[in-house]
Each structure stands twice: as structure tokens, then as C-alpha cells.
């Protein structure tokens, strides 16, 4: 069974960090490319960043320079550190892993508050 379960979130304020983990389990973590999208209220749900499983990073443009996403495979985990994060970062979190469209994969997802 497959299980992608996201942690980290939370209330800060504008201005401030937040480090996002997804810990995965039931998949061979490594060969797959691991992604953070965002889902805000009346909004559809975006590609905030992604990370291969060699490493190769992508960020969408309104994230660029204020997140990084890294990953452990050993630990099976997926990161996402926040910076300077404004009040339309708030969104619901998810965690995604992909190989193909057969075998993708979905976290329940984790709140980010960010209050001005």
C-alpha cells in the first residue's frame, strides 16, 4: 500500500519559513519524481516544485528563489523549505509522486496559513 503522508505545516507570518516533509512508503522512492503542488481556495491545484529522482529540480515562477525542494532517498522523504512567504502562498499542500500514468501518487495534503 501505498502512503504519502505530508507534515510541516502550519500558521506563519508574511515574511517567515516553513520546511514541508512528505514521507513516502509502499513505492521504490528513488525512481520516482517527487512533487509539491499547491491548491488555494477557488483556485486549481499548481506545481509549486519538483525534484527527479537523480536530483533535477524544477520551481514554478512565483516560488523561484524563495523555496527549495530536496529529497533523502535513504529516508524516503521529500522536503520543501519555505522563505519569505506571502499571504497568497496560503494553500493546502500536497505531496505527489510520479512514475508514469499508471503509477502516480497523491499525499493527503497539509495546510499553510500565511497571515499578514
Known amino acids: 500500500q501505498v502512503q504519502l503522508v505530508e507534515s510541516g505545516g502550519g500558521l506563519v507570518q508574511a515574511g517567515g519559513s516553513l520546511k514541508l516533509s512528505c514521507a513516502a512508503s509502499?513505492?521504490?522512492?528513488?525512481?520516482?519524481?517527487m512533487g509539491w503542488y499547491r491548491q488555494a481556495p477557488g483556485k486549481q491545484r499548481e506545481l509549486v516544485a519538483s525534484?527527479?529522482?537523480?536530483?533535477?529540480?524544477s520551481y514554478a515562477e512565483s516560488m523561484k528563489g524563495r523555496c527549495t525542494v530536496s529529497r533523502d532517498n535513504g529516508k524516503k522523504t521529500v522536503y520543501l523549505q519555505m522563505n519569505s512567504l506571502k499571504p497568497e502562498d496560503t494553500a493546502v499542500y500536497y505531496c505527489?509522486?510520479?512514475?508514469?500514468?499508471?503509477?502516480?501518487?497523491w499525499g493527503q495534503g497539509t495546510q499553510v496559513t500565511v497571515s499578514s
Open positions: 505527489s509522486a510520479y512514475l508514469g500514468l499508471a503509477s502516480s501518487y
Open positions: 525534484i527527479t529522482g537523480g536530483g533535477g529540480t
Open positions: 509502499g513505492i521504490i522512492f528513488s525512481l520516482y519524481t
